[in-house]
């Protein structure tokens, strides 16, 4: 890339330090600069990212090796109340001394803009927390994109000082894989529901869960509360364990009472201890980072195949006939890849 | 392609005919074909290939559209008595006036040569009846590869006039998954036994099951059949629904005693035929195939990827600062990209 100018080099200047000083303005603006579209300003904020790895490592080094934050995915269905969960655990760690962020990902948002007011008005109280930061999801990208850029406001988010990284997602198209990728730990919240209701569950995503919370387990919601606990506690028996170390639980929690939410953070310290005694929790970070760079590279190989002009001449007519099944889905690749590998114009 | 040559044309319509005369001889040695790696060999099986399609496609016209043949993929752990329930019901099917075919798909064959020997000599009787034909794994390839001959395959079966076609998978890797893509409906074989025998297998797969049948259901095994069965029902319910047509269901049989072997061909008949009426059956396998054309694609590009040689000299180190934490995955994989699209020597 080309030098830095005098500018630019005051700017990252000033947002690194306003950062690590733990300014929620920097991490605002920082957070800005990763989701930026603009090439220049995207040089700058891999800039800006490099040098908070760099004090991550420093800190990581006199922690012994310890993450400096615990990262958990928080995802369910419409209704599981997703965000009165996340403002009641919220308040309670703040009130711990933790310092915590809320990063949302929703790709639906790309289309519609739809979240960028909601996340702030949901969780009213954890909001106007001075040690609590909320940022909703970028509202452009493609999944890969919005995925990359939560995945680097993490790192930001990190070298602020927020040692509890709670990553939302509202279990639109693959988002909650993706989440379930960039996390220490994955938890899926159920709403005291059956039938049609849990039809809003991706279907998969039971298997990723480390820990299933079933909500608003209050009042008369209590004994389906129950209820859905022992189905989940027995299907979940019937799953692969994902680790040599956690069981998955079910537990049920009422973020109205407040009944279990101490509980159920128990649970995840819990996890944590186990998982990094265990060496499983550093070493699934780093498959992670292994995983998210192939996919950000497949990503864009493919969409460099797609647009190349050889292929975007041959494709509609050869996916019809692959589709009415005239041609063979294999001959019709090598078609493809032919036009591929010849030069373009 | 160059133009076909005396000796290949006469190869082609030989091979053809035999074909479409219901030959053994002349499937077996097409599929030979299609599994080849020489270049010129490759090109003449997509000939035979396409030749095959049209044949297809005229005999679906005179059958007001409906699919030459039910495609099944079967799978489940070892242990679950995969070939026993086949030898059982490709007798039965054959005694009925069906033409059976059974593929097995197996990539990890492809390092061992392991089940080369083993499908024929696993079912003895099958692999007698004049009206079945029995192909192994193919022995070489990626899965990717493994499956695209799997795919071209089962269309020479069809082809050849088998109206049933059944998949076999081991359940190694991303196996199961590849089968669930190519067939019309999936079936998963368990055994009567609970705890580490399940371990077997694989994450996700379940919900792919269009039926689970709890094999072994006969003598001291009945008992713990039937609560495996009562189990994986409730299971089954917190799972998302695949088809507007069809719920999955748990069934049991035992291919010892043959008991529930003609009420598990019902069931997969029932599948079928309201998969059929509601038309998702067609939509299913108009589907699979543009899947199976972007996994073609996909795979070739990103190999593509690999071996340009930029990013062959590039990528351990970056791969292993990225593992490390030292970039971040979004760096590397601009950096990886840059020297992709730079001209190669």
Redesign the interface.
């Known amino acids: 890339m080309r030098d830095l100018s005098g500018p630019e080099q005051r700017l990252l200047t000033k947002l690194y330090e306003g950062l690590v000083g733990g300014q929620r303005a920097s991490l605002a603006e920082s957070i800005t600069l990763v989701e930026t579209q603009h090439p220049r300003k995207k040089e700058l904020a ?1 800039v800006l ?2 040098r908070v ?1 760099a004090h ?2 420093v800190q990581e080094g006199r922690n012994g090796g310890k993450p400096v934050a615990f990262r958990v995915g928080l995802s369910g269905p419409p209704g599981a109340g997703k965000s009165s969960f996340i403002e009641v655990v919220g308040k309670m760690l703040t009130g711990r001394g933790h310092k915590v962020s809320v990063l949302a990902v929703d790709p639906s948002s790309c289309t519609t803009g739809g979240s960028l007011m909601g996340d702030k008005t949901r969780m009213t109280e954890l909001s106007r927390d001075m040690n609590a930061f909320i940022r909703p999801s970028p509202t452009s990208g493609t999944l890969g994109g919005v995925t ?1 850029t939560t ?2 406001a993490i ?1 930001l988010c990190e070298g602020a000082g927020y040692d509890i990284v709670l990553v939302e997602t509202v279990g639109v198209g693959q988002s909650e894989f993706a989440v379930a990728d960039m996390v220490d730990m994955f938890v899926l919240l159920i709403p005291p529901a059956g039938g049609d209701e ?2 809003g ?4 995503i ?2 990723r869960a480390d820990l299933v919370v079933v909500t608003k387990s209050d009042g008369d919601l209590l004994v389906p509360a129950r209820r859905i606990q022992t ?2 506690t ?2 979940l ?6 680790s040599k170390s956690w069981n998955p639980k079910v537990v049920r929690a009422s973020s109205h009472t407040g009944e279990g939410i101490p509980e159920v953070w128990a649970e995840l310290e819990s996890y944590r201890d186990a998982m990094l005694a265990s060496g499983e929790l550093q070493g699934r ?2 498959a992670q ?2 995983v ?2 192939w996919s ?3 990503e ?3 969409r ?2 797609q647009n190349h002009p050889s292929v975007r001449e041959a494709l509609p007519h050869l ?1 019809e006939r ?13 078609l ?2 032919k036009d ?2 010849s030069p373009s114009s």
């Open positions: 891999q990212l490099q790895l991550r490592t990359r995945n680097e790192v849990l039809q569950i991706k279907r998969g039971i298997e189905e989940y027995s299907a028996k019937l799953l692969r364990r994902q970070r780093r980072q292994k998210w760079m950000l590279i497949q864009n190989v493919l460099h195949f996916e692959v589709t009415n099944g005239a041609i063979s889905p294999g001959l019709a690749a090598d493809l890849l591929f590998a």
